[in-house]
């Protein structure tokens, strides 16, 4: 039997609607809806995503227009741009990457300056 | 070589898909699929919607209508329900069917048959498939039949025909399991009429 191959959607792919489930998909077309896939998205340089995103880890060439929640990782190639917000443990982004949004990663601060911090922000 | 499009096991689609490239389904999509080249409707892949393509092969499930520019294969794992429209359609014994076929007409000349960029769906070519990714090598074998495809199992699929077709009452002989079978499919409809036309006279 073979191997089940990863997901791929050419450039002249369009999708309309949900794409969600549990897989790795390399996206060098577009997605039109919503993403909620348990598993690595990349988003080739050809590829577009107009859609809230909530993946395990996303990888950036293209475009994303829409909020990113990843519950491991977002990474903002060269060349790549998320419009959108951006939730996930870990967010990098490339020289030559682009992102318009706030980037929202869980910051370990020391106890004596949290404590401080916390206050303020109460 | 150019990488095919996949939507693999575990993922699933609510909404259309589009594109002008060959497309593999072994997840599922709730909606409409057009493609411009060859649609592969894998063993583990569920359509629920119409599909255009230019050829389009279902090994696994389709609930919607098939268009083709070319031709349509049901492969025998296939487990269809809706109408296939092109102009060639093959329905492999073992296939579970149910809707029309509808051959687009070829003999008319002013529908011009598109020229075939594939082998017709039920030669067997022997090319060795090319050495490239797994998905490459799958639609391969989807769209040239290669001696990988799994053998069709004709004594089982020949027992459920009979099994659906028999009723419990009437137990028939092991011979008359193929009385019990479909019978063909009707004459070409051009035969007919000119049958009655010569009675008529």
Redesign the interface.
């Known amino acids: 039997m073979q191997r089940s191959p990863v997901g791929y959607l050419g450039a002249s792919i369009v999708v309309r609607g949900a794409v969600s489930g549990i897989a790795d998909v390399r996206v060098d077309g577009k997605i039109e809806g919503d993403v909620a896939v348990e598993g690595l998205v990349e988003v080739g340089g050809t590829g577009v995503l107009v859609a809230p995103v909530r993946v395990e880890s996303l990888v950036v060439e293209g475009h994303v227009r829409g909020d990113v929640i990843a519950t491991d990782s977002v990474a903002v190639r060269n060349g790549g741009c998320i419009d959108g917000n951006v939730h996930a443990r870990r967010v990098s982004i490339d020289d030559g990457g682009e992102l318009h949004g706030r980037v929202d990663m869980d910051v370990e601060l020391p106890d004596s300056i949290r404590r401080r911090h916390d206050t303020e922000a109460s | 070589m150019?990488?095919?499009?996949?939507?693999?096991?575990?993922?699933?689609?609510?909404?259309?898909?589009?594109?002008?490239?060959d497309?593999?389904v072994?997840?599922?999509v709730e909606?409409g699929v057009r493609i411009?080249g060859s649609l592969v409707v894998e063993e583990?892949g569920v359509v629920h919607g119409d599909v255009e393509a230019r050829s389009l092969v279902v090994r696994g499930v389709l609930v919607g209508d098939g268009d083709a520019s070319e031709w349509i294969r049901v492969d025998a794992q296939a487990r269809m329900v809706g109408d296939v429209r092109a102009p060639r359609v093959s329905i492999v014994e073992g296939a579970r069917f149910r809707g029309r076929v509808i051959m687009t007409s070829t003999e008319s000349p002013s529908v011009a048959r598109v020229p075939r960029s594939v082998p017709p769906p039920t030669t067997s070519s022997r090319s060795t498939p090319p050495s490239s990714?797994?998905?490459e090598?799958?639609l391969r074998a989807a769209l040239h039949e290669e001696p990988s495809l799994a053998p069709i199992e004709p004594s089982a699929s020949a027992a459920s025909v009979t099994a659906t077709a028999t009723s419990p009452g009437t137990a028939r002989a092991p011979h008359g399991a193929h009385a019990a079978r479909r019978p063909p499919p009707p004459l070409v409809p051009a035969v007919r009429r000119q049958k009655v036309r010569r009675r008529d006279a």
Do not use: N, T
């Open positions: 150019k990488r095919v499009s996949v939507i693999p096991a575990g993922l699933r689609i609510a909404g259309d898909v589009e594109g002008s490239e497309l593999l072994l997840g599922a909606g411009a583990s990714s797994d998905a090598a799958m």
